[in-house]
């Protein structure tokens, strides 16, 4: 007998069981719709892709203003000066170099070119600098009475660096008198660096006068 009621037991389990997981299956086993796929969770979210950012477009450039006395074949160079370096403004940039024309010719003649660093290249430095020697430092009597004119005379947009060339005529007192000097000098920038600061980097004499060193180009 007892083997019998084990058996029923086995039986009775065994439906009791298969009840149970038919109710599961009728409870889980539905879907709504709204159900996720397995491992949604730890999926990477997709790049936000930003929209393409609009350089901002530079203010159209008014008509080239160009000093008097500028030769107009210079116009296109200048005005792709203008375009690669929006502070280029012509007058200004002349007056600027009247200003490191006199300082220049008067730091050389008094044999002290401290004050020029920044102003001129080391080659036009070091130059200025041998001159100096030769006369073994002493000073020139020479004194600048006026600049007479400073024209642009060559332009150029060498890579980013601006290359311009000033003609300058001036009057000047010397220990033999009154003359007049012609000069070519250049100057150097990087275009649009945010400092405003001319470089000298080269000087040519017209009329090839002692008071300063030949060609430095």
């Avoid at 000097?181 to 400092?195: K, P, Q, V």
Wanted: hydrophobic residues 45%.
């Amino acid at each position: 007998m007892s083997d019998g009621n084990a058996w029923v037991e086995i039986v009775l389990l065994a439906m009791l069981a298969a009840f149970i997981g038919l109710r599961l299956v009728s409870v889980l086993g539905k879907r709504t719709g709204q159900e996720r796929p397995i491992g949604e969770s730890f999926r990477a979210p997709a790049e936000v892709t930003a929209p393409p950012r609009r350089e901002a477009e530079r203010p159209a450039r008014g008509e080239l203003i160009l000093p008097p006395g500028t030769d107009s074949s210079l116009r296109a160079a200048l005005e792709d000066i203008a375009d690669a370096d929006a502070g280029f403004v012509p007058d200004r940039f002349l007056d600027g170099a009247r200003s490191v024309y006199q300082m220049v010719l008067e730091a050389f003649w008094a044999g002290d070119l401290k004050g020029l660093t920044g102003l001129a290249s080391d080659e036009i430095l070091d130059n200025l600098g041998a001159a100096v020697t030769a006369r073994d430092g002493a000073a020139l009597p020479n004194s600048l009475i006026g600049i007479e004119s400073a024209t642009l005379h060559g332009a150029a947009l060498v890579g980013q660096m601006v290359e311009i060339t000033v003609r300058f005529v001036a009057r000047i007192n010397t220990a033999d008198g009154e003359t007049q000097t012609r000069d070519l000098w250049t100057f150097s920038r990087l275009a649009g660096n945010a400092d405003p600061a001319w470089v000298l980097i080269a000087t040519d004499n017209e009329d090839d006068s002692a008071d300063l060193p030949p060609d430095h180009g």
